[in-house]
């Protein structure tokens, strides 16, 4: 007969025969509840086209929301979602803007060429909350460096303000007044530069940066004794114009690229969210297509911009989520996979080849 004996401190010692129960006992248990999950789920899948999006998505666990900021070089911190105003209407820039603050936007896109047109429908949005970070930027005709301190003093005098955040050249194209294009400061934009970094001694812009340049174009630039490097370059980053290597070249060289037209711009957003792999990222995480784009960005590294005068949208595009990495990995695959397309090029128009892309 098996003894049952006692330890030092007199606990009861199991015997095998009640080790071998208890074990049985806690697998019977965990089967259980197995069975029971996968059953739940598998019930849940079978009946999901008839089950709401929402009711759904309450039974299964919530994505990881991140909240992303970016150190920029004067110290400041600026959150990894901008607002985007570009192609809004006159009479929306205002209450877009105003909605968004009111939702936790801390962070305006603007630009010289975007100013609404004055008129009786423009709101003008109340005075930002402090700390919200404006981004206005250098339109091409005022490259001549002479030009270039009076092009910021009228934006600032448009804005109210005594400071910009953040201060891009808008694009690598310096034209003169008549449009006709200065090719010397488009290949060589470093007295613009100049005069930018200016700006921030003055204390008139707290950043400095760059937009649509090219690897090429940044290491022209870069390649001058640089008293500010660009903080920022803003370029188009979607499903259609990935640009992985300026992704890369971006992370090796500390230059943050903000991720316009993230959506496909107005032209091509609805194919963006019909891309079968943002839908099917979209369904598995109970978030909405727009999300999964704005999140992928972000996930890439980089602050993003989607542009709405929607409230929901507004509202909707400032949640980014975790992407797990194969689904993440995924989608990077299939916007890689097929040949990359502009929706923003003006290069034809202003006879600059401005990304090296146009056919000889
Ligand atoms: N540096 C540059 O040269 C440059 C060039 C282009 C753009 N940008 C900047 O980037 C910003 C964004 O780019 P973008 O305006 O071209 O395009 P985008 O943000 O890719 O797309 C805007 C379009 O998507 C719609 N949309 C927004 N959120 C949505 C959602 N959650 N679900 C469904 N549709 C949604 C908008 O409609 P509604 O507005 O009607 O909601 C609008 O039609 C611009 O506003 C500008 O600040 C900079």
């Known amino acids: 007969m098996t003894k049952t004996w006692t330890d030092a401190s007199h606990t009861p010692i199991t015997t095998r025969k009640q080790r071998i129960q208890r074990l049985a006992i806690v697998l019977i248990i965990v089967l259980g509840m197995y069975l029971c999950s996968s059953t739940l789920g598998r019930v849940l899948s079978s009946a999901a086209p008839y089950i709401p999006r929402r009711a759904r998505c309450l039974a299964t666990a919530p994505v990881k929301k991140v909240q992303k900021t970016f150190k920029l070089p004067s110290g400041d911190e600026v959150p990894g979602i901008a607002l985007g105003v570009w192609q809004a209407s006159p009479g929306e820039v205002g209450t877009a803007v105003e909605t968004a603050l009111k939702i936790g936007y801390r962070h305006i896109d603007g630009a010289w060429i975007y100013r609404p047109k004055a008129g009786p429908q423009e709101k003008k949005p109340a005075a930002?909350?402090?700390?919200?970070?404006?981004?206005?930027?250098?339109?091409?005709?005022?490259?001549?460096?002479?030009?270039?301190?009076?092009?910021?003093?009228?934006?600032?005098?448009?804005?109210?303000?005594?400071?910009?955040?953040?201060?891009?050249?808008?694009?690598?194209?310096?034209?003169?007044?008549?449009?006709?294009?200065?090719?010397?400061?488009?290949?060589?934009?470093?007295?613009?530069?100049?005069?930018?970094?200016?700006?921030?001694?003055?204390?008139?812009?707290?950043?400095?940066?760059?937009?649509?340049?090219?690897?090429?174009?940044?290491?022209?630039?870069?390649?001058?004794?640089?008293?500010?490097?660009?903080?920022?370059?803003?370029?188009?980053?979607?499903?259609?114009?990935?640009?992985?290597?300026?992704?890369?070249?971006?992370?090796?060289?500390?230059?943050?690229?903000?991720?316009?037209?993230?959506?496909?711009?107005?032209?091509?957003?609805?194919?963006?969210?019909?891309?079968p792999e943002v839908k099917e990222i979209a369904e598995k995480l109970c978030i909405s297509p727009a999300q999964v784009l704005i999140s992928w960005q972000a996930q890439r590294g980089n602050i993003v911009l989607p542009k709405s005068v929607t409230p929901s949208r507004i509202d909707e595009n400032l949640h980014v989520f975790e992407i797990p990495e194969d689904l993440f990995n995924k989608l990077e695959k299939a916007a890689t996979s097929h040949p990359p397309k502009r929706v923003v090029d003006p290069s034809k128009g202003w006879g600059v080849d401005i990304f090296d892309e146009l056919d000889e």
């Open 128 to 275: 930002p909350p402090n700390k919200t970070g404006i981004t206005p930027k250098l339109w091409n005709t005022f490259h001549a460096p002479e030009d270039v301190e009076s092009a910021l003093d009228d934006s600032l005098a448009k804005l109210g303000t005594s400071y910009v955040d953040l201060y891009l050249m808008h694009w690598p194209v310096a034209q003169r007044s008549d449009g006709s294009v200065n090719t010397d400061l488009t290949e060589n934009p470093y007295p613009t530069w100049q005069a930018m970094e200016k700006l921030v001694e003055k204390g008139k812009a707290r950043n400095i940066g760059v937009s649509n340049f090219n690897i090429r174009r940044l290491t022209n630039l870069t390649s001058n004794k640089l008293k500010h490097i660009p903080a920022v370059n803003q370029v188009e980053l979607n499903f259609w114009n990935p640009q992985p290597e300026l992704v890369k070249w971006a992370l090796e060289h500390n230059v943050i690229l903000e991720a316009y037209s993230p959506l496909g711009s107005n032209r091509q957003v609805s194919e963006s969210l019909n891309v």
